[in-house]
């Protein structure tokens, strides 16, 4: 049995305010085209399906199609879990729909294991799944524990229940898979993993993850990656768009589980092409060196992170034409002579709402923007901007 392994779409996300719907629609396409080719039996989707509780219309109506083509008009079983970013009880709404489709969607965790009939296979998938196990989705809490390290034991020991409670009827007949959408310690994060629960006390240990399976997919953490210590193979499949610039370099991919009862799961990472790259650029040569690379055409299919040496902070005229003649430029950073010299200084990133900030304040003499007039502000950026772009 061949299960493709996808999780953290977080369709609805932006960045730098700018839409990435485009990418998402490519992106559905390109996994669709892998199920094909890859000759999928079904396909495991570990959770953050959108980017927030409210996604907007058109991320709801991408979802619907993709999953239909994905399915395969019902031919091809698709199973999906909550995460952490998604409303369970609005994403599963239309189970009971789609469930007749032979797409299977868990909002909250509950202790019936899912055992689906796979076409064209003798052996049933039975399938574990834990949506994102947060303590009012658990309708448990921990609050009276105030010790970090012992609530993260506890925690790690009712995720190691739970599961153990998913699969204690599991057949060796069956494709025995569990799924959740939780942070496994010592995985590698991003920054664009949001939640504060990343990290912290809500993290399971490698070895609460259950061992009554052949595999377990996993979602949260966008960088792919394998688990260590797990009693039988875990792993991350990753985002399928890079969301922040701390993910610049890597290869963004799904995860391909050949599986057959009683034997070890193979794995394969299948690359993904969909997606604008995250890049960026070191303008060592000052704002003549950018215009050149925009001439160049440099990174055209790119986001870019700009971090430009410059003697004065730029004016925001200057700022404007740049982004106008160049979209891609999302951020801006200056470095000024002082501050290279200064080895304590700590760079940040210099978006443009702080451009903004700054330039306002040598205006007005030292006042600063409230959020109000700052939001205004990067409304009228990104509408001129998009009106260019048409």
Do not use: C
Not at 201 to 222: F, M
Not at 336 to 342: C, L, N, R, V
Not at 358 to 369: H, I, K, V
């Amino acid at each position: 049995m061949r299960l493709l392994h996808t999780a953290d779409w977080h369709i609805g996300r932006t960045i730098e305010g700018r839409d990435r719907h485009s990418e998402h629609e490519a992106f559905f396409e390109e996994l669709t085209e892998i199920a094909e080719n890859e000759k999928a039996d079904a396909v495991l989707m570990a959770g953050d399906v959108f980017d927030s509780v409210n996604p907007p219309a058109k991320g709801e109506e991408l979802f619907y199609e993709s999953m239909a083509r994905l399915s395969d008009n019902g031919r091809r079983p698709v199973i999906i879990i909550s995460g952490n970013h998604d409303h369970p009880d609005r994403l599963a709404a239309a189970r009971t729909i789609l469930k007749n489709h032979n797409i299977y969607i868990q909002g909250l965790p509950s202790l019936m294991p899912l055992r689906i009939p796979v076409a064209g296979k003798e052996t049933f998938l039975s399938i574990a799944g834990l949506p994102y196990p947060s303590e009012s989705r658990l309708k448990q809490s921990f609050s009276e524990l105030s010790d970090e390290l012992v609530l993260r034991d506890v925690y790690g020991e009712k995720i190691n229940e739970f599961f153990n409670r998913l699969t204690k009827d599991f057949s060796e007949q069956d494709v025995r898979i569990a799924m959740s959408h939780l942070f496994v310690a010592g995985g590698s994060g991003t920054e664009s993993e949001r939640p504060i629960e990343v990290g912290g006390a809500y993290t399971v240990k490698g070895t609460q993850l259950p061992k009554n399976v052949q595999y377990t997919a996993l979602g949260h953490l966008h960088r792919p990656q394998d688990i260590k210590h797990s009693q039988a193979p875990a792993r991350y499949s990753g985002s399928p768009l890079a969301f922040s610039f701390s993910e610049t370099g890597y290869t963004k991919s799904v995860t391909m589980v050949e599986v057959e009862p009683m034997k070890d799961a193979r794995i394969t990472e299948i690359p993904l092409s969909a997606g604008k790259p995250l890049v960026k650029w070191k303008a060592a040569g000052g704002m003549e060196q950018v215009h050149n690379w925009v001439l160049e055409r440099k990174d055209s299919h790119a986001w870019i992170d700009l971090e430009i040496h410059m003697d004065d902070i730029p004016s925001m005229e200057e700022v404007h034409s740049l982004k106008k003649e160049y979209p891609g430029i999302l951020t801006i950073r200056p470095v000024f002579p002082d501050t290279e010299e200064d080895n304590s200084f700590e760079r940040k990133h210099v978006a443009i709402d702080e451009l903004f900030k700054q330039f306002y304040e040598r205006q007005t003499g030292g006042a600063s923007p409230d959020e109000e007039l700052t939001r205004l502000f990067l409304e009228l950026v990104n509408e001129e901007e998009e009106e260019q772009g048409q």
